[in-house]
């Protein structure tokens, strides 16, 4: 397991008297986003829409994730119109 993780460039290791000490190579953040990404591309084929519907029909979502939420949209927004 440590080894496809390697190999797909999350850990990277040296080896110290013997034995393979393993390091991750890209910050929990980093790891998120791109899980994530791999997420909407492979299982709903690049469309988040199916994912927000998830969010709506939750029961709990909280104020300060609905407020990430809107400013999430607000900044999509935003570069629509720029572009």
Known sequence: MMERRRAKGYLQRRQQDGVYRYQATRGP???????????????LQGSVSPFVAYL??????SDNELAELEALVAELQSRRHEG
């Open 29 to 43: 953040q980093s790891v998120l986003q791109g899980a994530v990404a791999q997420f909407v591309d492979n299982t």
């Open 56 to 61: 709506s029909q939750r029961q709990q979502v």
